[in-house]
């Protein structure tokens, strides 16, 4: 079977940077910040990403180019037949359909606060109501799982219409566009009389309010956002011919990710701060100040239409290349055509993001593990802590330790020498070592 390759080096970057760029950004970070008291959260969270995120980026782009296989095979092709390497792969698929069944359910809300947005029903939103909406939407399981349909079934489509065809086209107008508008709405942000006190809980670290668990979310949530550690990259990178200069193409993606988070979150907290809203409102967040938003802004129906369109969007980018994870490892191995593979994985991601759907009412407390006490909360804190960062290590040490120096070399050929060591020195040891104690630490101290 032949493998489709992207139409353009643009294209590649703008997909890489769609499956970056997502909910991540603009609904998971900013709430997170919130509940983990701000500045100190943040710093790590950009060290996180530079020093760890950027070198297994790399890393896992390079595995996928060189390999030109799916994110299980790629290790058989460059270490062995039956290599035990695999097993990341084998995580990966895991991850992915853990990470894209919650995904698609929060996706959908998203979905239903554009159609909130259409209907009007921002209008008689006041900053005590703010959040009542959303309480609306987590107490309706049918309309929550008719969302999550929809949303599910774009991103099959999508992933239906091939790697060209669907996915390079739209990228190109609609994730300039979403930039666009984020920053409009971060000038007009310092507008706000709160936005003054936004700078301050984002940039000024205060270690009181910053835990050890919080330390491992800023570590997961860099895995999360640049969509590493489960395969994404490695998939993408297959459809790449072998040219490309990966070093330059993941620092512009780790840039712009981290650029739209930032951006995001000035924006969300100064209206928090400016309305005497709560930092500390967990995944609602968004949901609860962007209407605000919108309310106040001149012209916000229009607004608010055009934002909420784009950030479903933004997540539907992301959602198809999870999904391509799992559609192309299904159909190469067991050698069935794209439209089985994509119903398949589809089908099972759906039925899995019911447990995600009754997470917000009736099963909202259902058990007690790892801290968390509904399936929602529990595939979140597994995948984003837990899987995504040990499937990261194992990524940097294959790429570190078992890829032969030719192919380094030939990666890496056209930078500096100290550059080169810096990032060995980091793919090998910093990167995995870090990740290992965090990990340690919140788990076992
Ligand atoms: N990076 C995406 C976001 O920030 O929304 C989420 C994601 C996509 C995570 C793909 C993991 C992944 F493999």
Known sequence: ???????????????????????????????????????LFVLIYLGCIFAVGVPILIAEMAIG???????????????KPKSPWQGIGLLGLLTAILILSFYSVVGGWILNFTVFSFTGAFDNLTTQNAGSLLEGVFSAPLTQSIYHFVFLSLTIGIVLSGVKGGLEKWNKILMPSLLI?????????FSLKGSAKALSFLF???????????????????????????????????????????IKTSLMIAFLDTSIALIAGVVIFSVVFSFGMEAQAGPGLIFATLPTLFHQIPGGTFIGILFFL?????????????????????????KISRFKATSLAGFATYILGLLTVISTNIGKNSFQILGTTNFFDLFDKLTSSYFLPLGGIMISLFFGWKMSDSI?????????????QLFLVSVRFIAPIAVLIVIYNESFL
């Not at 508008?181 to 942000?189: G, N, P």
């Not at 668990?213 to 994404?232: I, K």
């Not at 969007?313 to 999904?323: E, G, N, P, Q």
């Open 65 to 79: 180019q060189k390999s030109q296989a799916n994110a299980i095979r790629a290790f058989e092709v460059l270490d």
């Open 1 to 39: 079977m032949k493998r489709a390759h992207w139409g353009s080096r643009v294209g590649f970057i703008l997909a890489a940077a769609g499956s970056a760029i997502g909910l991540g950004n603009l609904w998971k970070f900013p709430y997170i910040t919130g509940v983990n008291g701000g500045g």
């Open 181 to 189: 508008i984020l920053v409009f709405l971060f000038l007009y942000s």
């Open 408 to 420: 380094k070399n030939n990666i890496l050929k056209a930078y500096p020498k100290w550059m080169v």
């Open 310 to 334: 784009l950030i479903s969007f933004a997540a539907i980018t992301s959602a198809v290349s999870m999904l391509e994870v799992m559609v192309a490892f299904i159909s190469e191995k067991f």
């Open 204 to 246: 000024s670290a205060d270690a009181s309010k910053l835990t050890a668990s919080g330390v491992l979310e800023a570590v997961g949530h860099s895995f999360f956002t640049l969509s590493l550690g489960m395969g994404t990259m490695i998939t993408y990178g297959s459809y790449l011919s072998k040219k490309e200069n990966l």
